[in-house]
């Protein structure tokens, strides 16, 4: 009997002993499931204790961002300066080119002396009216385009035919300028006096008014031009050429010293001396009804300081900003030519240092007589 219950206790210790570790194996699986359950819920911590590494990090990328953004403006610039470097040097070649016909060499104006007015223009005339003496010159016999100052005599062929001024002349399709695309506020259509479109002419260098003077004349445009050409030759204008009454066209070609020649003439017509001195002109448009104001394109003939006879502005890229005048300075009568001058103002500019020059410098006043 004791030995059954020996055999029996055995038995029990053999089986509670190969029980125990599976048990063992079996809670550590529980432990590891849990555990591994309850990682999730410790992650925001992980990530509550991690922001200052990411925000280095972004700091750095920011970084990164901001070089390469800055590169890129600073191409971007590089690229734009190179633009506009080079649409202005095709804007320079552009007028290259349409000045490779004219003869004269810009040069730096010297300094003002007793012998030199200090301009910068490069063609030049300052005359004595009243006995011929050249006062001052600058490459006075080169010929160049003359722009607008051709309006002058425009005007003597007008008046040289006795036409009626108060006859009423309309704007057509034919003035509009096709040539250099210029604008105006004469519209098609437009209609005032002969003697209207000669004091626009001359006053404000409308292109309209002056080719509506040469269609509305007997024979029409051509036979204007012919009067043109002639009335050179009568001035001795030998190496002078007009081929329109617009000066828009750059084969209208003369000297300063003929010009001088020119304006001289001009001094000689009351209406010229009063349509081109005017400092403006307003009038009704006969289309609208609205009120048109044109001014002078000469500033000076506002100025209390001058005393203008004459004044004749022009500018076509081939020609350069030009201008001529016709002024009393230190009482004596003198002609004034200025041509292809640089800048906007130059011309003005030049007609002043003349100016100064002729009242200050003894050699100056000595051949003004």
Not at 66 to 83: D, E, F, L
Not at 297 to 323: H, M, Q, Y
């Amino acid at each position: 009997m004791s030995k059954l219950i020996n055999s029996l206790c055995v038995l029990i210790s053999a089986s509670v002993i190969a029980y125990t570790p599976l048990a063992y194996s079996a809670e550590k699986t529980k432990e590891t499931q849990s555990s591994s359950a309850k990682k999730p819920a410790a992650k925001p911590k992980k990530t509550a204790a991690s922001p200052p590494k990411k925000a280095l990090k972004t700091t750095a990328s920011n970084k990164k961002t901001t070089k390469t953004s800055s590169a890129k403006n600073t191409k971007a610039k590089q690229s734009k300066v190179t633009y506009t470097s080079r649409k202005s040097n095709v804007s320079k070649l552009a007028i290259a080119n349409a000045r490779q016909d004219v003869q004269v060499t810009r040069t730096i104006a010297a300094r003002m002396d007793a012998n030199n007015p200090g301009v910068q223009s490069s063609g030049v005339l300052v005359l004595n009216q009243q006995s011929g003496e050249v006062l001052y010159e600058k490459n006075a016999d080169s010929i160049i385009p003359i722009a607008s100052i051709t309006k002058l005599m425009t005007a003597m062929v007008v008046l040289d035919a006795h036409l009626p001024l108060n006859e009423l002349i309309s704007i057509t399709e034919a003035d509009i300028d096709t040539l250099k695309n210029t604008s105006s506020r004469l519209s098609v259509g437009t209609t005032l006096t002969r003697g209207e479109m000669l004091l626009l002419a001359l006053m404000s260098s409308e292109n309209r008014a002056a080719s509506t003077l040469s269609h509305h004349f007997p024979g029409g445009k051509d036979a204007f031009i012919r009067k043109m050409n002639e009335k050179a030759q009568q001035l001795g204008m030998r190496n002078s050429r007009f081929y329109d009454s617009t000066g828009l066209n750059p084969s209208n070609v003369s000297s300063a010293r003929e010009l001088g020649l020119m304006v001289k003439a001009a001094q000689r017509y009351p209406e010229i001396h009063q349509f081109s001195t005017s400092s403006e002109y307003s009038f009704a448009s006969n289309k609208n009804g609205s009120m048109l104001t044109f001014r002078n394109t000469n500033p000076l003939v506002k100025d209390s300081d001058w005393d203008i006879g004459v004044s004749k502005t022009g500018f076509i890229n081939e020609a350069g900003r030009c201008i001529v005048m016709q002024a009393m300075i230190n009482g004596k009568p003198v002609i004034i030519v200025l041509m292809d001058s640089s800048g906007k103002y130059t011309r003005i500019g030049d007609a002043q240092r003349i100016r100064k020059w002729m009242e200050t410098s003894p050699l100056a006043k000595l051949r003004a007589g």
